[in-house]
């Protein structure tokens, strides 16, 4: 995932409420969201085999971005989304989990790692020293560390929180406060490595960067303290200028 907005725990009715855009290459392909064999729901890098976002019915669930340095590209790194696959494919309690990646931190690019269960729920950057334990409240994660306030980052932070105000919590009507297309100005632009021509294309929230590279999914995951999961992602074909949606609901059984 690239763009991410989530409210932990910091609802009467809703354990966690996520929206999320994965940012990605059009070729690489993907397969949309479904329950995996050991159990959780979540898409599948089909390249790689790891994924971005998933949970578990357990209620162990676990999402990534992409830290964006492109002065410091590493080759021969493991795959990100194996960071996500292997917490949900084990029962290793969060922040020994974390411990544990942190050890290994180094194999992988740039990554910004938050994982959880219906107890806690907590925050490993490769970028940034020790491990976070994330209280209830609204979050924003993009391409930098945990609410770093990218312009994208904030608008996204601001929508959900209006859509939380307005107890607007139908899936689809959820998604458009991660579709801006506006171009961030310069002066307001971050530093990661690229052109000043790339940047702007990516300070956007909805991204189309020269017919290779954009949004490619768009997750709107609720959870309520009940149990009751939603689980909804529109899959763009930007190339065709067509999408498709696939949803799933299912209940958390807490061990």
């Known amino acids: 995932m690239c763009l991410i907005t989530f409210n932990w725990d910091n609802h009467p009715a809703y354990k966690l409420i996520l929206v999320a855009n ?3 290459f059009f ?3 993907s397969q949309e969201i479904h329950q995996w064999e050991a159990g959780f729901y979540g898409g599948k890098d089909l390249r790689a085999g790891g994924t971005w976002l998933a949970i578990h019915p357990n209620g162990r669930f676990a999402f990534l971005t992409n830290y964006r340095d492109m002065r410091n590209i590493k080759s ?12 949900l494919s084990t029962s290793v309690p969060p922040f020994e989990y974390l411990k544990s990646v942190e050890q290994q931190a180094s194999e992988f690019e740039g990554f910004n790692l938050v994982v959880g269960d219906h107890l806690g ?3 490993l950057s490769n970028y940034q020293e020790g491990i976070q334990e994330i209280s209830s409240g609204l979050y924003g994660l993009s391409n ?9 980052l904030t608008l996204a932070k601001e929508g959900l929180e209006n859509l939380i105000a307005a107890e607007i919590f139908d899936p689809i009507s959820m998604m458009p406060i991660l579709h801006s297309q506006e171009i961030a100005p310069d002066e307001e632009l971050p530093e990661t ?7 702007r294309l990516m300070s956007c929230q909805f991204i189309h960067a020269e017919g290779i590279y954009g949004t490619v999914n ?8 009940t149990g009751e999961v939603t689980m909804v992602e529109r899959k763009f074909d930007q190339l065709k200028n067509t999408h498709a949606d696939t949803s799933l ?3 958390i059984i807490k061990n």
């Open 121 to 123: 729920i907590f925050y």
């Open 218 to 225: 768009t997750t709107v995951l609720l959870w309520k303290h």
């Open 22 to 24: 994965r940012d990605e």
């Open 144 to 152: 930098a560390l945990l609410d770093t306030p990218w312009p994208k």
């Open 76 to 87: 021969d790194r493991k795959s990100r989304g194996e960071l996500v696959k292997n917490y």
């Open 193 to 199: 490595g690229l052109s000043l021509a790339r940047e």
């Open 27 to 29: 070729d690489r392909p």
């Open 249 to 251: 609901q299912f209940e």
